[in-house]
T-cell receptor
Framework: ELKVEQNPLFLSMQEGKNYTIYCNYSTTSDRLYWYRQDPGKSLESLFVLLSNGAVKQEGRLMASLDTKARLSTLHITAAVHDLSATYFCAVVANAGNNRKLIWGLGTSLAVNP | DGGITQSPKYLFRKEGQNVTLSCEQNLNHDAMYWYRQDPGQGLRLIYYSQIVNDFQKGDIAEGYSVSREKKESFPLTVTSAQKNPTAFYLC????????????FGDGTRLSIL
């Protein structure tokens, strides 16, 4: 059974600092997604990582995927308050279709001035 | 603009009552999903549907029912058999093609009266 673990679950950081969120998964999958959720709101797709070594960047966020290590990272560069949110990674349970995702518990990020 | 509409935004259920949550999408997506989110938890899959008139149970289907009579609509009924229905319910859709992320509605928050 595929399991997805994120760490840390809670992260408080100062503006301007860098940090990395980790997403480990337990069985083979070559498709991973990162989402953002603001409090009480829906989920917004951030990144889709489809192959080993994939790296994607959007603003101050950069995501990467290592399928051999079963690890994805979400790196935050020079954090700003607007990045405060909960970040989820989700992994496809059955490679070849994207119909069932297994979700991590989320990392709640607070960026303080 | 294309998107997913969930209604109502807030819903209250009385003891022994069935309630139905609406989910409509105009993205022309084939696949639709229902998730439940509890505080501090990731998303758990209730039901999903790949095509019209077909759906499958997710990980926590007990106490819930769905229908998929039209491509754009995937309503979820929370039955009286669901003893702990208080949660945030999210509907999502995807085009089912490899790598495409799921798009989410704004959610329905269900509470017990």
């Amino acid at each position: 059974e595929l399991k997805v673990e994120q760490n840390p679950l809670f992260l408080s950081m100062q503006e301007g600092k860098n940090y990395t969120i980790y997403c480990n998964y337990s069985t083979t999958s070559d498709r991973l997604y990162w989402y953002r959720q603001d409090p009480g709101k829906s989920l917004e797709s951030l990144f889709v990582l489809l192959s080993n070594g994939a790296v994607k960047q959007e603003g101050r966020l950069m995501a990467s995927l290592d399928t051999k290590a079963r690890l994805s990272t979400l790196h935050i560069t020079a954090a700003v308050h607007d990045l405060s949110a909960t970040y989820f990674c989700a992994v496809v349970a059955n490679a070849g279709n994207n119909r069932k995702l297994i979700w991590g518990l989320g990392t709640s990020l607070a960026v303080n001035p | 603009d294309g998107g997913i509409t969930q209604s109502p935004k807030y819903l209250f259920r009385k003891e022994g009552q069935n309630v139905t949550l609406s989910c409509e999408q105009n993205l022309n997506h084939d696949a639709m999903y229902w998730y439940r989110q509890d505080p501090g938890q990731g998303l758990r899959l209730i039901y999903y549907s790949q095509i019209v008139n077909d759906f499958q149970k997710g990980d926590i289907a007990e106490g819930y029912s769905v229908s998929r009579e039209k491509k754009e609509s995937f309503p979820l009924t929370v039955t009286s058999a669901q003893k702990n229905p208080t949660a945030f319910y999210l509907c999502a859709s995807s085009n089912g093609q490899g790598g495409q992320p799921q798009h989410f509605g704004d959610g329905t928050r269900l509470s017990i009266l």
